[in-house]
């Protein structure tokens, strides 16, 4: 492995941030990964160490739509979808945790559609 290979570095950024947030009840941590072709989003209650609610994708809701679109599209229909599912478990806020990506691209269209679709964070 490379000294200054990407996905060390990433992991190493996130465990920087992972150091300073954490989810709980009131408040569960909403993480994203990121993949070549696909984004996963998985909102974890670290005080009891499950997870809330999860989608990407690759969930059915959303995999027909989201293969014809690009994917920042795709980012968009995802963080619609998880801040739905939350919303209808009465979660309202979130602590985002990027995983370590930059904020922008398919990262900031997920954000943006999550909020929009009625989460705080």
Same mark, same amino acid.
């Given at each position: 492995?490379?000294?200054?290979?990407?996905?060390? +570095?990433?992991?190493?950024?996130?465990?920087?941030?992972?150091?300073?947030?954490?989810?709980?009840?009131?408040?569960?941590?909403?993480?994203?990964? /990121?993949?070549?072709?696909?984004?996963?989003?998985?909102?974890?209650?670290?005080?009891?160490?499950?997870?809330?609610?999860? +989608?990407?994708?690759?969930?059915?809701?959303?995999?027909?739509?989201?293969?014809?679109?690009?994917?920042?599209?795709?980012?968009?229909?995802?963080?619609?979808?998880?801040?739905?599912?939350?919303?209808?478990?009465?979660?309202?806020?979130?602590?985002?945790?990027?995983?370590?990506?930059?904020?922008?691209? /398919?990262?900031?269209?997920?954000?943006?559609?999550?909020?929009? +679709?009625?989460?705080?964070?």
């Amino acid at each position: 492995m490379r000294k200054n290979d990407p996905r060390t +570095a990433r992991n190493r950024r996130h465990k920087r941030v992972r150091m300073r947030i954490g989810g709980t009840a009131e408040r569960p941590r909403m993480c994203v990964f /990121r993949s070549l072709n696909h984004i996963y989003v998985q909102v974890v209650d670290d005080s009891m160490g499950h997870t809330v609610a999860a +989608a990407s994708t690759l969930d059915t809701a959303i995999s027909s739509e989201s293969n014809e679109k690009g994917k920042v599209a795709a980012a968009t229909l995802v963080g619609g979808l998880v801040a739905k599912r939350l919303v209808q478990l009465g979660v309202k806020k979130v602590v985002f945790d990027r995983g370590g990506y930059k904020y922008h691209g /398919r990262i900031k269209a997920l954000a943006e559609a999550a909020r929009e +679709a009625g989460l705080e964070f």
